[in-house]
């Protein structure tokens, strides 16, 4: 299986789905969520994204369907040429797929030997190896400190840029290599998953797309619309849940005299939805997964 849907059910509740509506899944990925979306369409339509190439091969046949071989980023342009707007509904599952992790020459696990790469279009954008092997202390610490939320990230940081003076770091094992004196014993897979995550994300600029999607959907869904993502680290979740309060990244509300909050959200689910164990025990790789929901209000 290319990549089993996380939170399925959950999520397409919380889209509302109207069968006539128009609807957007920006991750489509082995097109797990999208099939469900339209199952409960009639005279709907989805529109899906991917910037994988590889995700092309999980196209769906049907009339009512369009994937776009595009990073989400460029959302709103898409839409517009496809006279889309205004749509029902989007739904965002970030993260990476099963298949990017299972596939060797990807970069993005732990487990396997291959090339340092970690861009999820390996068409454009910069290696992690190249990041690595090139960036200043200040660039890898702040890499590792905000993104991998390590506290240690100035240690890290100075034994990549020493290790490199002798041998370049081009593999997943030669980082593995310089960096496990500082996992702690017992927990090495946690640590090294941590520092992948946080390569990946400076790999594919995610937090500032993340935020360019958000601003972008308010813009596109129409008021009682719904806007559901699924994230899978604390950076992603807070940025999510700030912008669905607020309509910021900063989480900062804004009132009108009468006290009323000036937001062009209103959240739908209180606390994150996560995984019930039944999914866990199926699917161990949804367990980081945090799902929210807001709907669209009519402020602009």
Do not use: C, W
């Amino acid at each position: 299986m290319y990549h089993k849907p996380v939170l399925l059910e959950d999520s397409i509740n919380l889209l509302a789905l109207k069968p006539e509506g128009t609807y957007v899944d920006v991750t489509f990925g082995g097109g797990g969520h999208s099939r469900e979306i339209l199952k409960q369409l009639t005279t709907g339509r989805l529109i899906a994204f991917d910037q994988d190439k590889d995700a092309l091969k999980n196209d769906l046949n049907d009339p009512r369907f369009l994937l776009i071989n595009q990073n989400f980023k460029f959302m709103t342009n898409f839409l517009k040429f496809y006279k889309a707007i205004p749509v029902d509904g989007i739904l965002a599952d970030l993260g990476i797929s099963s298949h990017q992790i299972d596939d060797p020459q990807r970069g993005f696990s732990t487990r396997f030997e291959s090339d340092l790469d970690l861009r999820m279009d390996q068409s454009t954008g910069t290696p992690a190896s190249h990041i690595l092997n090139t960036g200043n202390i200040d660039d890898l610490r702040k890499i590792f400190q905000e993104y991998g939320e390590f506290d240690n990230a100035h240690q890290i940081s100075k034994r990549i840029i020493s290790a490199r003076e002798t041998k370049e770091i081009t593999t997943t094992s030669d980082l593995k290599d310089v960096l496990l004196p500082l996992a702690e014993r017992g927990k090495e897979n946690k640590f090294f998953a941590r520092i992948f995550q946080a390569l990946r994300i400076e790999v594919n600029n995610e937090i500032e797309i993340l935020k360019e999607f958000l601003e972008q959907s308010i813009k596109v869904i129409r008021p009682g619309g719904r806007l559901v993502v699924i994230s899978y680290h604390s950076l992603e979740d807070r940025l999510v849940k700030n912008f669905m309060k607020s309509g910021n990244a900063e989480g900062t509300i804004n009132k009108d005299f009468y006290g009323n909050v000036l937001a062009p959200y209103k959240p739908v689910t209180r606390k994150p939805v996560t995984p019930a164990e039944d999914e866990l025990e199926e699917n161990p790789r949804s367990r980081s997964g945090k799902l929210r929901a807001a709907e669209r209000t009519d402020y602009e």
